[in-house]
DNA sequence: ATGAAAGCGCTAACAA
DNA sequence: TTGTTAGCGCTTTCAT
């Protein structure tokens, strides 16, 4: 083995090693490379020509333990009451695309958690004081509200994607779930639907305020429709057997369903499906989300429309200016109905 | 406004102040945290619980500058072809759930890289050298063969998701993409179709091979069928517009398409429906990857299975491998047809 | 079993 | 415009 064809004088470790072959104190060459104007502009080409030329990048770590700013955002999804669900659960994917979107435009790296909160009591304040963050968003509550209200009263730069609750401190953007339930089931009833079915998990809160917000069009049109309701479990591989056998023993005259997400929408579709009945005829369906997936389907999907795109935004925008000390209130969003082929 | 309830002393911020609260060496404190063996069982359980008491962790930046060890490990997502890519794109995401798992498992934290290389040329290099990063895998390969062999020539702890080519020098794992080309095409020819398609935009390596395997099967067939190829954006914006496109102005009698991914595939079959050609009988479908939603699609997707699981546990080996100072060779896997109702 | 001291590689006040 | 110096907060010899 002969040495590379362009065998470089030799490897530079740091900006003291960079300096010396420069001439100059490593003091120049920090501020030479961070481009900083007070450096004679002759010095700092020449010093950053030796840089390119070797390679050589000044260590962040350093840095950043220097400055005090870690230039890191946390993103953490919690997954609380759902040990199985899977990370690429398609709204936190989408949801995490469009945050990776926006905090890479204003210069922020991600540093990724999956948390099983379960793992210990204090999984938010370690991630938090880690010094590895400079700020934190969560996607979803899970269970997990009084750790979040514990963690937001002493550590500013947190934002949290879900639902807001009366008196709640902690700065919260999402949809109104609420509402949202209303619209779903406003719609099914509209359709001429009595027999309802929920399939959904109500362990975290913005499942659970579907359900009410459900509950609330049910007994608001006093047409005597029912709502027999279902938990989904949220992991990919159980939902599907799930679903198959809440299909199997529930009531023959459930005429529309109301999914709690467009995840749990589309696999009812397709079991429905496979049990040769018709969606919409037979049994219409509302999902919740408006995922990509739901133009996706065959019959598209109805669905109740969060606008994810928008709600990272928030979430960023929130954050910046957290973390530039201002504070911030919540944010809910108003659902949207989007009506399509399944109801 | 009074003090909170349980106002404790007052914030500790490093650990020499623990030190000093403890009337022990910063040193001591050092070790007691970490658990040593080398302390007082008696001073490291109350230096712990001092710490406890206080909430106090020591700061991970100060500590993995110290050591030279980040615990962190760099997940890249080259958008190289397709700027309009979004990272939300369901094979990536599947992937990154799955490397979330095993990364987290042994102790690593994830840190998010969204690139689009066109940034500049240097772009690996600079992920590389950060400092931040004990490690790299990068989610494809996009068109950056080149930048990824020179930086793997000097960085080994670097393994891909993606294709071989002779005599490459980095570590890749995938799954043979020729041999799946021909599994898809022989199967449709199986099925008595001989006016076939492809589906796919062939700027990436993975997809060009599978479109020459997709060839190879035509030719040994000696059946005189033809295959029409078209380019097909992997935005999900542009996807099914192009799509749409490209089934409206085709030529009628195609009766087979093998589509690129089971994003494409997916989205055809919707567009097909709504066009009322029947899946499979007026046309069949083959898609590629078998995510998770090819079972969820009415008919379900007969696809070329890529075990995307077992890839993610495979690029965490190797990669820990690679950290530990070891070499790697590449895998290959094998893929599979896996039928179901679209061919 | 513990303390003292020397850095990890960088940045920023302060001087010159 | 540049050099010098003092740390950021931690870990780890080395000495005791």
Known sequence: MTAEPEAKPRRIRNISELAKLAGVSAGTVSRALAGKELVNSRTRERIQALAREHGFRPNQMASRLRTGQTGVIGVVIPLGHEKKQHISDPFFMTMLGHLADGLTEVGYDLM????????????????????????????????????????????????????????????????????????????????????????????????????????????????????????????????????????????????????????????????????????????????????????????????????????????VANLLRRLAGEATGSTIMAPELVIRESA
Not at 157 to 167: D, E, I, K, Q
Not at 174 to 180: A, E, H, P, R
Not at 205 to 213: N, S, T, V
Not at 282 to 299: K, M, R, Y
């Open 112 to 315: 990724l958690s999956r948390v099983i909160p379960a793992d210990g009591e204090d999984w938010l304040e370690r991630i938090v004081d880690s010094g590895m963050l400079d700020g934190v968003v969560m996607i979803g509550q899970s269970d997990q509200f009084a750790a979040i209200e514990r963690t937001a009263a002493v550590y500013p730069p947190l934002v949290v994607w879900g639902t807001a609750r009366p008196g709640q401190r902690h700065c919260v953007v999402g949809t109104d779930s609420f509402v949202g339930g209303q619209l779903a089931v406003r719609h099914l009833l509209s359709r001429g639907r009595r027999r309802l079915a929920f399939f959904g998990d109500t362990t975290g809160l913005e499942i659970e305020q579907r359900l009410a917000g459900a509950r609330a069009a049910l007994a608001e049109s006093g047409s005597g429709a029912t709502l027999a309701v279902y938990p989904t479990h949220l992991s990919q591989q159980e939902m599907p057997g799930q679903i198959a056998a809440d299909l199997d023993r529930m009531d023959p005259a459930i005429d529309g369903i109301f999914a709690a997400s467009d995840v749990i929408a589309m696999a009812t579709v397709r079991l429905l499906h496979e049990r040769h009945r018709k969606v919409p005829e037979d049994i219409a369906i509302v999902g919740f989300d408006d995922l990509p997936l739901a133009t996706q389907t065959v019959p598209q999907l109805t669905t109740v429309r969060q606008d994810i795109a928008a709600g990272a935004r928030t979430l």
